[in-house]
């Protein structure tokens, strides 16, 4: 079965130092990876895809994450975070057997400390 | 958001009531999603549609039915079946790459 973790309900962060919010994944064959960011009351917006290539991906606002297959993770990176990034972050992956559905992970909040 | 509009933006209702929640989009999408989002638990799949006239149950599809008579409009009807549907509702749409795009929400209460 399609599945990711997001092992963090919260992650601190002080402004200005990088920060990372993990998640790993588990898929049958090759996976598609996303992750999606939400602001309160609002809905997810894209960051960015790991489909195939380089391991390390770059998305919107600064964000960044690095696919490891051996490990099965797809990290969320910023190398200096900014008081605007707190809000909560998703990981998913694509279901490769049921019409592009995607496989959500349950949330981290990220709050970046002024 | 931009390209898909969900309204309201809040709903209210009535133990008992059937209420619609609309989605239209302007993206030429095919696919189409609606999913439930609940404090702690991610999002989960209600229903989604691939193609005008035809959709299909998601994981969490008991109390909600739907329609896709227009490729615009996916409209989700929330059931007096559904036992708990206070919840954060959301809809998707997809091109033919892979990444979905979501509209802002509408946050549905039970009074």
């Known amino acids: 079965a399609q599945s990711v973790a997001q092992p963090e309900d919260q992650v601190n962060v002080a402004e200005g130092n990088p920060l990372t919010v993990k998640c790993t994944y588990s898929?049958?064959?090759?996976?598609?990876l996303f992750w999606y960011v939400q602001y309160p009351n609002r809905g997810l917006q894209f960051l960015l895809k790991?489909?195939?290539?380089?391991?390390l991906v770059k998305g919107s606002y600064g964000f960044e994450a690095e696919f490891n297959k051996s490990q099965t993770s797809f990290h969320l990176k910023k190398p200096s975070a900014l008081v605007s990034d707190s809000a909560l972050y998703f990981c998913?992956?694509?279901?490769?057997?049921?019409?592009?559905?995607?496989?959500f992970g349950t949330g981290t909040r990220l709050t970046v400390i002024p | 958001d931009g390209g898909i509009t969900q309204s309201p933006k809040y709903l209210f209702r009535k133990e008992g009531q059937n209420v619609t929640l609309s989605c239209e989009q302007n993206?030429?999408?095919?696919?189409m999603y609606w999913y439930r989002q609940d404090p702690g638990q991610g999002l989960r799949l209600i229903y989604y549609?691939?193609?005008?006239?035809?959709?299909q149950k998601g994981d969490i599809a008991e109390g909600y039915s739907v329609s896709r008579e227009k490729k615009e409009s996916f409209p989700l009807t929330v059931t007096s079946a559904q036992k708990n549907p206070t919840a954060f509702y959301l809809c998707?749409?997809?091109?033919?790459?892979?990444?979905?795009?979501f509209g802002p929400g509408t946050r549905l209460t039970v009074l």
């Open positions: 998707a749409s997809r091109p033919s790459y892979n990444e979905q795009f």
């Open positions: 898929v049958s064959g090759n996976p598609y």
């Open positions: 790991y489909i195939t290539g380089d391991n």
């Open positions: 998913a992956v694509r279901d490769p057997f049921g019409a592009n559905n995607l496989f």
């Open positions: 993206l030429n999408h095919d696919a």
């Open positions: 549609s691939q193609i005008v006239n035809d959709f």
